[in-house]
């Protein structure tokens, strides 16, 4: 049986933990009405499926435009969402050109 200080000192751990929480919140809108919604999500989900980014996108109903959000621990872009940001824009490029735009937080990413 786990005491309860130990309880309380997990919690406490798991606390602070959560602070260094990172999120990234992504959304691709399309710049040509010909592109759907239902493109871009098909292209985003494959492109972060192939990422392994334990991300999911969804169609925002009120916009259209497709979004996702990725986390990391620490501070700023690690790595591996930079990673994961590169095969997302290649994808969307390689299929759409500059038809749409990626952008994170509200900056648009090239």
């Not at 040509?32 to 492109?47: E, F, I, W, Y």
């Not at 990673?83 to 749409?100: H, I, K, P, Q, S």
């Amino acid at each position: 049986m786990i005491s309860h200080a130990r309880l309380i000192a997990a919690v406490c751990l798991l606390l602070a933990a959560c602070e260094y929480v990172v999120g990234f919140d992504y959304r691709v809108a399309a710049k040509d009405p010909k592109v759907t919604s239902g493109q871009m999500l098909r292209v985003v989900t494959d492109a972060l499926d192939r990422a392994e980014a334990r991300a999911w996108a969804q169609i925002d109903e009120k916009t259209g435009e497709v979004t996702f959000t990725l986390g990391a621990f620490g501070s700023g872009k690690t790595p591996s969402i930079r990673n994961v940001e590169t095969r997302v824009l290649g994808a969307l490029r390689y299929e759409f050109g500059e038809r749409v735009e990626l952008s994170c937080n509200g900056e648009p990413l090239r």
